[in-house]
């Protein structure tokens, strides 16, 4: 949070986040932004006067957590407290929250984050909301969406999620003009209020060319600093509701990428990670850099010393990636490729835009590199028509490929997606069978891969300290944890030589070496 003004300590805000890396770092600028506009972040939703969640909707889960959060604090309004939601279950869901959820003021989707200092103005220029009664329907609609929990997902390994947010963005915002005012002159939005109660929405730019870029980002890990390099997706996975919720794929230019590195680097972050719905699928707007340039000319800036990218598309991943991080030893030896299935039947029904031998083409580009590059990936089990055929061909991908982490998740039906007309639904305990059965193959996978390590030495970034066991927690280059024991205390966000002296299906154990 360095070097953002504080103008007026009164106004306190609370923050939680929820999905994926992209929204983490969205929320690290929402805060900055805030901080700019005047308002302190506070770490108890009773300390805030407005509360926010940025939120995520990739899976129906998800999306039902922020809804009871809402309900748990609803209580919390009668002391004047405003609620906003942020992100992906905002873009989707519109105005439609402000039924389930009447004491929410403000719903703003990620690419209207650039008008969330017009909105506060408006949502403090009128008092603590006091809403009308939930209408029947909606309490009945939303008690019985908020029994309809999934079970968690699950995953052995490391990374991150993709983000999300949704469709009837059109209709929503066209009704959300109609029910709470059209935007006045400037383009600003312009806030409705009934009685009390004040609404506010920001959901029309999902078609903006423009990526959320703010001089006033808070950065919450001192040492990691992330760059989003591209915002959106426009390959439409039939699962998939980030298209809808993180609109059109728009990069940054390789400039503006590289000079937040060299800024980063200035203010003493040693680790850049670089972001994106589909991170290669970069095309810098002007045309100077591949992905793969950018890539290595990040790692390249003075000071940096480890470089990650989040998340690759297996259509975009061409051999140039490789071949950078084979020529620029910045560049971290991990590649987060997600898979989804391992039967190009599936794969063609999810609209995945390849095959498994092309994507068995991409780990086989991997495998030649100079480092050893760990490979982590997301797969969906219970796709629409996938069967035990169809599973058995995952089994055996990940045999073949050897990961070093997977992140499994039960097929979720998103609203506005293709694979909601698919017929052949695979029922529940069906899908947790399968993913049951995933998660021991890949557990044992990791085992072994994990055991090869004893013995030898790696360098880890230091993160932390667990009093409790007495141990520092380190990152390898991989991205894989190594807690280690060390005689003199190494500070935190400095690199660490550690011996490596035993081995769990998800983390390392070793000693520092001095
Ligand atoms: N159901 C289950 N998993 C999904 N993912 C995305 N959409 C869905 C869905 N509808 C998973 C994919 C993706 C990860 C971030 O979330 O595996 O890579
Ligand atoms: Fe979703 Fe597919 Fe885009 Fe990834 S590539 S964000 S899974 S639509």
Known sequence: MSGVPQS?????????????????????????????????????????????????????KAEQKVFHRLADYKKLQAQGKKFGVLGCVAQQEGEKIFERAPHVSLVCGSASYNKLPDMLVKLEGVSGALP??????????????????????????????????????????????RAFGPMDSRGRLSPHQTGNLVRITGLDDRQTDKCFET????????????????????????????????????????????????????????????LGQNVNSYKDPAGKQSFAELLAAVGEVPGIKRVRFTTSHPRDFGRDIIEAIDAVPTLCDHVHL???????????????????????????????AKREISITTDVIVGFPGETEADFAETLGLLD????????TFKYSPRPNTP????????????????????????????????????????????????????????????????????????????????????????????????
């Open 8 to 60: 007026n300590p009164q106004k306190t805000f609370y923050l939680e986040t929820f999905g994926c890396q992209m929204n983490v770092h969205d929320s690290e600028k929402v805060v900055g932004t805030l901080i700019q506009e005047g308002y302190r972040q506070v770490e108890a939703v009773e300390q805030a006067d407005l509360i926010l969640y940025n939120t995520c909707s990739i899976r129906d």
């Open 132 to 177: 009308p009664e939930t209408p029947r329907a909606a309490r009945k609609d939303a008690a019985l969406r908020d029994d309809a929990f999934i079970e968690p997902e699950t995953g052995v390994g490391s990374i991150d999620a993709h983000p999300a947010k949704t469709a009837q963005g059109g209709a929503a915002s066209a009704l959300a003009d």
């Open 215 to 274: 001089e006033f980002t808070a950065r919450t890990n001192p040492h990691r600093g992330y760059i989003t390099i591209i915002e959106g997706c426009d390959k439409f996975c039939a699962y998939c509701v980030v298209p809808f919720t993180r609109g059109k794929e728009r990069s940054r230019t390789s400039e503006s990428v590289l000079a937040e590195a060299r800024q980063i680097a200035d203010l003493g972050y040693s680790e850049i990670q670089l």
């Open 338 to 368: 997600p898979v989804q299935s391992g039967s190009t039947r599936v794969l063609d029904a999810m609209q995945r835009l390849y095959s498994r031998e092309q994507y068995m083409e991409r780990i086989a580009w991997m495998k030649s």
């Open 400 to 407: 073949e490929v050897g990961y070093d982490g997977v992140f």
């Open 419 to 514: 694979a909601l007309g698919l017929e052949d639904a695979i029922p529940e305990e069906e899908k947790s069978r399968r993913l049951e059965v995933l998660m021991a193959r890949q557990r044992e996978i990791q085992i072994a891969r994990y055991r090869k390590y004893i013995g030898t030495r790696c360098e880890v970034m230091v993160e932390g300290h667990n009093e409790a066991r007495g141990q520092w927690i380190g990152r390898t280059s991989h991205n894989k944890t190594l807690n280690f024991t060390a005689d003199q205390a190494p500070k935190i966000g400095t690199y660490a030589q550690v011996q490596v002296t035993g081995s769990f299906p998800n983390s390392l154990l070793g000693e520092m070496v001095v």
